[in-house]
């Protein structure tokens, strides 16, 4: 069995970003720490062979597998039901059967494997990911997950173990969770879960085809009669969770390859547009300038200083302790100007901010705050300043059961793979959304993270160690063995 030492030796040798600490000793802020139950453990008989061949060889050669399936040349794309999604779906359906599991597709492209054991109850515990990726992508963001599960469940057929189950476990692979084609995140999931609006079977893509026409050309005919038939009835389900690559770079920086996922942050997304007076690069003097570039500027400036020290801003109010901010996030990653000329001062600004936190309150306080400070701003410096709210989402917390539930799957796996006890698993929030916030909206969600180099997705450089992948499978397995 690998040793602790063994398992960082990738990240040690390759000095990407050096273990100070002490393996699985490791307390710093965004973690909280505690103990994992040590009742959990897999003991007797075919119980305790690791698998590496189905839940570490296998899953990972899927996983390269699936990455070569591509719209893109020379770059991997797959976009909601397009030629390579479908290719993806099917590839994946195949790996389902060859686990045992009894395949489907739904009215949204979603592929369904499920195992029905003998004596089971009606609810389903359902495990999930996406197979949709974004332009560029790397091969383990949503594709790990469903990997992952596929091959735990694979092992429990093979050894008769998922007879035994007393609910039946469902895999689910989602046809959308980046919303690259349509702009509109969660297709597959918010369709299972009941939430998709009809009128975004309406919603067109680039060449001007709707999801429905999309769906029709796929020989599934969905249309807002019908689109309700997708939901699960939350009578039929136990719960759902999701093994996804962690996106960031904690876990790296600690040297654990599993956490736990406390919540799922909210988001909002705003557009501000500064609007100056438009003039001549040589002729205006800098005293008579109206510039929305510099008030743009200082607006950036002031809400990278608000979500670094937010109770700067907020702590006046006497309300500072009713909110944590320790999970705030803000990005500005889109700029436009006009008319964007070296020698012209320009006549109107427009950029995004991105604001997360696990607290929607504290959300809130920062955006009126925010608000409040860029009138002052664009007041001062006499142009005129609109804050218009694009989208906005609430944090979504994992269940406190299937989360302990989860920690005991990930302790029992990392205790096989290193054979020490390792102490505590971390937790960690998400600042990126996850299908489970769409399942959310059906049955309680629970989450693990996984390890990932540099704490890099949406990127080729994304990658997973193979020990890493093999854990997963383990952790799933010992969830499903030990609480169904
Ligand atoms: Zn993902």
Known sequence: MPSPSAINRFYNSSNLIPCVFPLFRVVFLLLSLSSAASSTHISGGPQDDL????????????????????????????????????????????????????????????????????????????????????V?????????????????????????????????????????????????????????????????????????????????????????????????????????????????????????????????????????RVRGSQGHAGTV?????????????????LLESLCKRPHDFISSDGQCNAFSLDSLVCTVGQIDTWPSASNVIPGQVSFTIDIRSMDDMGREAIIYELSNQMHRICDGRLVSCFLERKHDADAVSCDGGLNSQLKSAAYAALKRMTGEDIGDVPVLMSGAGHDAMAMSRLTKVGMLFVRCRGGISHSPEEYVLEDDVWTAGLAIQAFLDTNL
């Open 136 to 272: 560029d992508a790397g091969m383990f963001d949503g594709a790990l997950g469903i990997i992952c599960a596929i091959s735990a469940l694979k092992v429990l057929n093979m050894t008769g173990r998922s007879t035994n189950l007393q609910h039946p476990v469902e895999v689910i692979a989602f046809s959308d969770e980046e919303g690259v084609r349509f702009q509109s995140t969660f297709l597959g999931s918010a369709a299972i879960a009941g939430v998709l609006p009809n009128s975004t079977l309406h919603v067109s893509d680039k060449s001007g085809l709707t999801v429905q026409n999309v769906l029709k050309h796929n020989s599934i005919d969905t249309s807002e009669e019908n689109l309700s038939q997708i939901k699960y009835d939350p009578d039929s389900v136990l719960g759902y969770i999701e093994v996804h690559i962690e996106q960031g770079p904690v876990l790296e920086s600690v040297g654990v390859p599993l956490a736990v996922v406390k919540g799922i942050a909210g988001q909002t997304r705003l557009k501000v």
């Open 51 to 134: 698998f590496p061949e189905i839940l570490r060889d296998e899953a990972v050669a899927r996983l390269y597998e699936l990455g070569k399936v591509s719209d893109g040349d020379g770059f991997l794309e797959r976009t909601f039901l397009s030629p390579a999604s479908i290719r993806a779906g099917n590839l994946i359906r195949t790996w389902m059967e060859d686990a045992g599991l009894t395949t489907w597709v739904d009215g949204l492209g979603n592929v369904h494997g499920r195992v029905e054991p003998p004596h089971a109850s009606n609810k389903a515990l359902l495990i999930g990911s996406h197979l949709d990726t974004v």
């Open 285 to 301: 003097p800098m005293s008579m300038r109206r510039d929305p570039m510099t008030a743009a500027a200082e607006l950036i400036v």
